[in-house]
Every structure is written in structure tokens, then in C-alpha cells.
């Protein structure tokens, strides 16, 4: 579908089956001026889900592996970094403008 010049996609029907699961759909944003730091955070983001923009990672998480998430955050984390946990649970929906990739259920991921 047309939208302003853009393709556009409703992707929340993808997402049905974990709606009445214990899944998330994890976004995670974050800013860390430190290049090593920085890098750091998107090796774990990336085996957790993955990059939909350079600061900007998305999973799909049971409660297990979200808790996993936050705790290795946490280990790495100070005040001088800025890093966005996003949780969204039941009837998620997501508009997306551009080219998107699948985001994967855990129990596909290779760590």
C-alpha cells in the first residue's frame, strides 16, 4: 500500500501468535557516546534480535530471555549512557515505512 510515497506495511498480524503467549516484542533504542561501550551493547542486542536501525534493535523474548536481556544490560550500563526498553505485550501493532526484516522467535536465534 501508497502512503505519502512510501511503501508501508502492517506487521502486527506476523506477531498474532505470541499475543496470547508469554512472548514480548522488545524494542530496544539506546545513545552511548563510548565506541567500545557502543559496540559491546550491539553484540548482545544482536544475539538477542536484530538491528532495524543503527541504534535500534527488535526481538521477540519470552520471560526468561528478557530478564537474561536486561540483566546483561544492566552489568554494562551507567549514567552517562541512554538505553530504551521497550515491552509491548497483547495486541501490538507496528507500522513500518521501508524495508523490514522478520524478526525471529527466540527459540530460532543462534547464539
Known sequence: MEHQG?????????FS??????????????????D???????KILES?????QKSAFEA?????RYSKLIKQLGRLLDDEDCVRV??????TEMVVWGTIENIKDEEFLIL
Open 86 to 91: 521497550y515491552k509491548f505485550t497483547g495486541n
Open 6 to 14: 512510501y511503501k508501508y506495511y502492517k506487521v502486527y498480524d506476523s
Open 48 to 52: 538477542f534480535g536484530v538491528r532495524v
Open 36 to 42: 567500545q561501550k557502543r559496540n559491546k551493547i550491539a
Open 60 to 64: 521477540v523474548l519470552d520471560k526468561q
Open 17 to 34: 501468535s505470541y499475543n496470547n503467549s508469554d512472548n514480548y516484542l522488545v524494542l530496544v533504542i539506546y545513545d552511548i557516546s563510548c
